[in-house]
Each structure stands twice: as C-alpha cells, then as structure tokens.
C-alpha cells in the first residue's frame, strides 16, 4: 500500500466524454418511454406504469447500453423495470422489514451494530433497485441537513466505542466532491473514527464517477476508506466499470462487494460463480451474499431460504473459499447480520 503521505498518490486522470454529473441527469423516468427504447412488449406498460407511481422509475439513460433489447427478462433489466407484480400484497413484507427507523437515535443516523454507526448521507440514487430495502423509507424526515448533520457528529464524538461511520443513503456518491468532502473532514476530526466505509453502486451505474478529484479526495484522508459496491450480476461489469476499478488501484482502497440474492437474476450457482471471479480478477472482494429483505413490493424476487442454502452450497464447491460470499440475512433487532449455513 503506498502511504498516505505519499504526493505520489495524487494523479489527474484526464476527462473523457460526459461528466458523471451530465450522465446522472439524463434519466429515463417514464416507463413508456423506457419499454419503447428496449423494444419491449406494450402489455407491460400498465403494471409498469403503476408500480412507477408507488416508487419511481429512474435509469440513466448511459445504462441501457447494457441490457439486450428486446428480453423483458434480462437479468440487468429486471432488477429496475416496474412490473405489476410490486402491486401484489404478501405476508411478512412490509415498508421497514430491517427496522431502520427504530435504530435511528438521531435523525439520519442508523445505529444498529458495536462500533460502527451509519448516515444517511444522501436520498438520492442513480437507479431505483425495485428490490431495494429503503424504498419506502421516509427521506423527507431522516436525510442529513445541516442541522441533523451536527446532531448526528455529536452523536459520533459521544460514543468513543465508535470505530468506523458507514455512509449510506440512497447513494453517498451522489453527493457533490465538495460535499463529500465537507462531510469527511468532520468524521475526521473525530479521533476514535478510523474507517470510512461507503456503500455505492453509483460506479457501478455510472463509473465515471470515479474522477481523479474524487479519489484524490480519498487520498488525502487519515481514513482508511472502505468502498463496498452493490454488483448482481457479471454483465453489469462491462469495460467501462473495469476502468474505473483500475484507477482506484494506487490509492490502497479496500473494494468490497455485496450482492442480493434475486429470483430472475443471479439465482443460479454458474452465475454467481462468474460473478465472484470477475469482481476478484478486477481487485474486488466478494463479501456478502444477501438473502432480500421483505420490502413491500419486492416478494417476486425472493428466493426461498431451502434455495439459496443450496447455491451457496454449490458455489463452495466450485470456489475457492476466499471467492464465496457470505451468504447473510439482516434481521430486525439482531446485533449482526445473520449467516446462513447448512
């Protein structure tokens, strides 16, 4: 790892095309719109058009490039695409299934685990995951302003059993560098705070948002930062994204990779082991394997517990051990997440 200290580390990587900004901008929100550019059939416009008025369509339009026109079941493709089946009322899903809003001691601040807290450090993403946990979760209320910001640092400094501050969201990483910034400076200042843990799939989306300014950012932090991106599926890896990783190389970053256990995407033991040898071929660990939480609108994509157990089995044997990901569920009110095991 080449040290902090180090000018070396700070590089300039030069401008290509659009600016991340540019490209998270231009979204794709309508759902007519998005089944007419994938060529897609119009029988499910109706469904889709529906569950977009509950929670959102958004896909940077950059994106699509990924996904085969034409395949209402293309594994990138359905983990975005509003469909009808999000209307459907099941047992045990609910709007908070992981119950974040009873772990909040301050406005913006999760602390459900020892030693490490998490902010809410944005409400905004560049895609809306139809499978995603905080889909229902109340941003207008809990997403840091000023004022919960200062309340949520003093929290931080408070509670000298803290190590590590994770920034969640939404995506952190639609935060402005100088926000960004901002916002580290005063973790910081906080002396018990070691690492900086953030969770994105914003490069995933979009990996030209890792800019020489951002990773500079990091550079120059006594943090040691640790990026955990949010990869399904190995098509999401295309040779933009493998860019994007190869410039993070110098600057000693910790890449962490969890995915989610989805019916329709990665269910099956052939994909999730290329998954796990493309994320480590390009430096990414693979951590955690997700069971999906019970978020209401999202039961078509569970896969049952008897499954899963199963391709996790199977992903050990064709694995080696340091390629397998946890297989984990979070549980309301547990102190850790929950392995799974035979």
């Not at 719109?33 to 569950?51: F, I, N, W, Y």
């Not at 994204?241 to 410039?247: D, G, H, P, S, W």
């Not at 995407?265 to 990414?284: C, P, Q, R, Y």
Request: net charge negative; glycine share 4%; with cysteine.
């Amino acid at each position: 790892m080449i040290p902090r200290s180090d000018s070396s580390r700070i590089v300039c990587i030069p401008h290509t095309g659009k600016s991340w900004q540019a490209l998270y901008a231009d979204t794709i929100t309508d759902p007519a719109e998005l089944l007419q550019l994938l060529a897609l059939p119009d029988a499910l416009l109706d469904g889709a058009c529906k569950a977009a008025s509950q929670f959102g369509l958004r896909i940077p339009r950059s994106y699509l490039t990924r996904i085969s026109s034409g395949h209402p079941d293309d594994p990138l493709l359905r983990q975005f695409l509003p469909l009808g089946d999000e209307l459907q009322e099941s047992r045990d899903y609910r709007p908070d299934p992981v119950g974040d809003i009873d772990a909040m001691p301050v406005e913006g601040l999760l602390h459900k685990y020892k030693s490490r807290v998490l902010l809410i450090a944005s409400s905004a993403c560049a895609l809306h995951c139809r499978y995603c946990f905080r889909r229902h979760f109340p941003y207008s209320d809990a997403a840091l302003s000023q004022d919960k910001l200062a309340d949520a640092i003093n929290y931080i400094k408070n509670d000298i059993s803290l190590k590590e501050v994770i920034l969640s969201g939404g995506d952190p990483l639609s935060l402005s560098d100088e926000k960004l910034s901002s916002l580290i400076n005063q973790l910081e200042q906080i002396k018990h705070i070691k690492r900086l843990r953030i969770h994105t799939r914003l490069p995933v989306i979009i990996p030209e948002r890792i800019t020489a300014e951002l990773l500079n950012l990091f550079a120059a932090s006594n943090l040691d930062i640790v990026i955990v991106l949010h990869i399904n599926h190995p098509n999401e890896i295309d040779d933009t994204l493998k860019l994007a990783i190869e410039k993070t190389k110098p600057y000693g970053i910790t890449l962490l990779n969890q995915s989610v256990l989805l019916k329709g995407v990665n269910d099956d033991v052939n994909t999730l082991a290329a998954l796990s040898e493309k994320l480590f071929s390009h430096g990414i660990t693979p951590y955690y394997l997700h069971m999906l939480d019970k978020v209401s609108g999202a039961s078509h994509f569970e896969v049952e517990e008897k499954t899963a157990l199963a391709l996790h089995s199977a992903l050990c044997e064709q694995l080696s051990g340091y390629l397998v990901p946890k297989l984990v569920r979070e549980e309301k009110g547990k102190p850790y997440k929950s392995p799974l095991s035979l």
